[in-house]
């Protein structure tokens, strides 16, 4: 269970959220600026919210009230970011190992790293470098960094946006498949109306920091 309430004051206006989500794909849709990413940003730990609080699995990664500010790395949140963040001068196992090196916890806590990449069909590179990669192997392999520390929360900024057309109809039916396995919540950002239907269990529109009125901008697909 995700619970947010936060303000993140910015420089031409205040973003406002407040959001619960029990192991759904949340969709974010709105036009560039409106603040979709800097929400992302305040969950994972990479900014710190004006006022409010974070919780995921009762856990409390941020309350201005308690003065609680969880780092990142301490987290257990997935981030997928939008160019993918691979580091080109290591290998795809390289990258994917990277993210388990400033984690603390024990090691039977995370996923076989090398048997996530053979799950998502990239087994077969992981001597190669990020350069060697197409646009939908990278993202496989960055979806694999993500998921290895078994994360209670996966978030992901405009994952299909520099692939083309067939690619990202695949992935993104990947991606419901892979959240149909992982039951843990997902926040998804993106431009696309069409693609913010297909995924979202909960969609929400965000204009200058702010959500659009319930019953126009929240729509729970009934299946």
Same mark, same amino acid.
């Given at each position: *269970?995700?619970?947010?309430?936060?303000?993140?004051?910015?420089? +031409?206006?205040?973003?406002?959220? #407040?959001?619960?989500? !029990?192991?759904?794909?949340?969709?974010?849709?709105?036009? =560039?600026?409106?603040?979709?990413?800097?929400?992302?940003?305040?969950?994972?730990? &990479?900014?710190?919210? =004006?006022?409010?609080?974070?919780?995921?699995?009762?856990?409390?990664?941020?309350?201005?009230?308690?003065?609680?500010?969880?780092?990142?790395? +301490?987290?257990?949140?997935?981030?997928?970011?939008?160019?993918?963040?691979?580091?080109?001068? &290591?290998?795809?196992?390289?990258?994917?190992?990277?993210?388990?090196?400033?984690?603390?916890?024990?090691?039977?806590?995370? &996923?076989?790293? *090398?048997?996530?990449?053979?799950?998502?069909?990239?087994? +077969?590179?992981?001597?190669?470098?990020?350069?060697?990669?197409?646009?939908?192997?990278?993202?496989?392999?960055?979806?694999?960094?993500?998921?290895? #520390?078994?994360?209670?929360?996966?978030?992901?900024?405009?994952?299909?946006?520099?692939? !083309?057309?067939?690619?990202?109809?695949?992935?993104? /039916?990947? %991606?419901?498949?892979? +959240?149909?396995?992982?039951? #843990?919540?997902?926040?998804?950002?993106?431009?696309? /109306?069409?693609?913010?239907?297909? %995924?979202?269990?909960?969609?929400?529109?965000?204009?200058?920091?702010?959500?659009?009125?319930?019953?126009?901008?929240?729509?729970?697909?009934?299946?």
């Amino acid at each position: *269970m995700l619970e947010v309430n936060l303000v993140k004051k910015l420089w +031409h206006f205040n973003l406002e959220l #407040i959001l619960k989500a !029990d192991n759904e794909i949340v969709v974010l849709l709105g036009p =560039s600026g409106s603040g979709k990413t800097t929400i992302l940003q305040c969950l994972a730990g &990479l900014l710190k919210p =004006s006022s409010g609080s974070i919780k995921v699995n009762d856990k409390v990664l941020f309350s201005a009230e308690q003065n609680i500010n969880v780092p990142t790395r +301490h987290r257990d949140i997935g981030y997928l970011f939008q160019d993918y963040a691979l580091f080109p001068h &290591l290998t795809v196992k390289e990258n994917v190992y990277y993210g388990l090196k400033s984690r603390r916890a024990a090691a039977d806590t995370y &996923l076989n790293p *090398m048997e996530l990449l053979e799950s998502f069909g990239v087994g +077969h590179l992981v001597n190669r470098y990020p350069r060697q990669l197409s646009g939908g192997e990278k993202q496989r392999v960055a979806l694999a960094r993500a998921l290895a #520390i078994r994360p209670k929360l996966l978030l992901l900024d405009e994952p299909f946006s520099a692939l !083309d057309k067939n690619t990202r109809l695949c992935l993104r /039916e990947e %991606l419901k498949n892979l +959240h149909q396995s992982w039951q #843990i919540p997902f926040i998804l950002v993106t431009h696309d /109306e069409e693609e913010a239907e297909y %995924l979202g269990d909960q969609l929400i529109v965000i204009e200058k920091g702010k959500a659009l009125p319930q019953k126009y901008c929240i729509h729970r697909r009934i299946s």
